[in-house]
C-alpha cells in the first residue's frame, strides 16, 4: 500500500512556493500499480490533516487507520504539524505502536541526487536527458489531443495539439521525442511513434502568443482529436525561433525531423 496526499501540502500551506507537479495524480498511481502496489491511498490534505501531531498521526492513521505491520519513508522523510517528526520519531513512535520502520537512504546516480527538485531542475532548463537518468524512465507529458490553428497541415507538418495533465512543461523549444497513443483506459498502447515536439508560442504566425505543445508524429496517418498520447522526451534540438518566411520554416522542420528520426530510431517500439 502507498499513501499519498492531494494537493501536495505546500500547496495549501504555502500556495506561492508549491512545485509544478511532475505528474497527475493518476499517472503516480498508475506508476506505482506498475511497481508492485496493490493499493495507492489518496488523503485529501486539509487545515485540518495538516494540524494532526506526529504522534496521533503514527499511532491513529499510520497503526489505527491502515493497519501498518511496516513502514518505509525516504531518508528526508517529516510528519505531523509543523513537520516536526522525523525517521527517528518514527521508529521510536512504530514500536510502541507495533510497525517496523524501513529508511530508504539517499540514491545518486552519477554523484547527483535523484530527487523531485533535481528533475525539475533538468526539465526546465530542457535538460530532458539528465531528467530520464534520474527518475530512470523518460520525462514525460500526457494530454488529451485538441484542435490548434491548423497550421501545420497547410505547411506539410500536421501536429497533435496537447492540453497537458500535469503541471510541469519543460523549457520551450523543439525536441526529439516518442509518442505512445493511449487507449481509452488510459494505458499505453500498441501504437509508438518517432515525433518531434515543439514547446512554445508559435512566434512565426503569432506575437505574444500563449504557449502550446504540439507534437508531430512522424509517418503517422490518422486522426487523433479526442485521443491521449503520452510523449516521452528524448533531446533537446534547439530553441524556438520567429522565421521570417514560411519557407524558412519549413526548411528547419525539416531539419528538425531528420535529427529526431536519427536520436529515435532505436527507441521504438
Known sequence: MALTFDPHPARLLAPKLAPPLLLSLERRAELLGEAGVDIVVVEPFTREFAAIEAEAFATEVLARDLHAAHVVVGYD?????GRRGDVGLLETLGARAGFGVSVVRRVSVHGLTCSSTKVREFALEGRVEGA???LGRPFE???QVMRGAGRGRTIGYPTANLRPESELIPKAGI???RARVLDDGGAAGGDVW???VSIGTNPTFVKDGAQVVEAYLLDFAGD???RRVRLEFVQRLRDEHRFDSVESLVAQIEDDVAKTRELTGELVS
Open 132 to 134: 530520464e537518468v534520474l
Open 77 to 81: 522523510f517529516s510528519f505531523g504539524k
Open 224 to 226: 487523433l482529436y479526442g
Open 175 to 177: 525536441y526529439a521525442a
Open 194 to 196: 518517432r515525433c518531434a
Open 141 to 143: 507529458l500526457t494530454g
